[in-house]
């Protein structure tokens, strides 16, 4: 644990020289939704490889690119990639960057994921507002010594997702005509998609989407005392009584199709919020 948290010390300080200010938010994309910074005025960029300390990302289309700008007002740090526990790293390693920003003073997270449709009442190309979540990665990214500084040793995860900033969030899309489903999203470890069976287990416990990603970054996030909205583009839904096959591709070209409506909705709401 020394040697994690001397890691995060040295980043944070990486970025206290780099950075032009420290960011208001931390935006974390996924797949097939890179694209985010375009609303922004760039104004600072990176590659993570050349960030000390932070993990690669080996996922399809994840371009493995920090960019630093704003949003109308907003200080934005957004993550065009991310990492996820298929890939072989520890949830503490893919939680990584948001326990830097959280050390930085970053105070919002917003997660943002292309995720697989349980509800059969959602279509492919939905945006999901998560309202709470469901952990099946077979770790947390806090087992270990806590450390006091970064925030408690039980965290309370009863309202991980802001319901004030859910309220905003709702109201923005309202504004602008955007449909905006809201459910409980589930969290796999992957990387083999979800069989039949599975897809029925997951429904029965209650989950309206599914992804292999986003639920360590919360924890970690929660912990550390930031805010946290997560929004899932739905890439596709599958009935389990009439199942279809799930290609990669498929959920990308989805993730990319609902883009623009995901962008439109961040930025009317971060222009909004931070005025």
């Known amino acids: 644990m020394e040697k994690y948290a001397a890691a995060v010390d040295e980043t944070v ?132 010594p806590n450390m006091e500084k970064w925030g408690p040793r039980f965290p309370d995860l009863s309202g991980a997702y802001s319901i004030d900033l859910r309220k905003k969030v709702v109201q923005t899309a309202q504004e602008l005509g955007i449909p905006l489903r809201e459910g409980v999203f589930v969290a796999v470890p992957g990387p083999s998609l979800e069989t039949p069976a599975e897809t029925r287990f997951l429904r029965l416990i209650g989950a309206d989407a599914v992804a292999m990603s986003l639920v360590p970054e919360v924890i970690v996030a929660v912990h550390s005392g930031m805010e946290v909205l997560g929004i899932s583009v739905i890439a596709n839904v599958n009935d389990p009584g009439n199942f279809q096959s799930i290609l990669i591709e498929e959920v990308i070209a989805q993730a990319h199709n609902a883009e623009h409506r995901l962008e439109r909705l961040l930025a009317a709401f971060l222009r909004e919020h931070f005025k």
């Open 13 to 144: 300080n990486f970025f206290r020289r780099d950075l032009p200010w420290v960011p208001d938010i931390c935006l974390m994309l996924g797949t097939g939704l890179g694209g985010m910074a375009s609303a922004m005025d760039v104004v600072w960029n990176k590659l993570y490889e050349d960030i000390p300390n932070f993990p690669l990302s080996t996922s399809p289309d994840h371009a493995g690119r920090l960019l630093a700008g704003r949003i109308g007002n907003a200080k934005v740090v957004l993550f065009q990639g991310r990492f996820h526990f298929y890939e072989g790293y520890s949830t503490r390693e893919l939680a990584f960057p948001v326990r830097v920003m959280a050390g930085l003073g970053t105070k919002l997270l917003i997660g943002c994921n292309a995720a697989g449709g349980l509800n059969l009442d959602f279509s492919s190309g939905d945006l999901m507002l998560i309202t709470d979540h469901i952990n099946l990665i077979p770790e947390n990214p806090l087992r270990g």
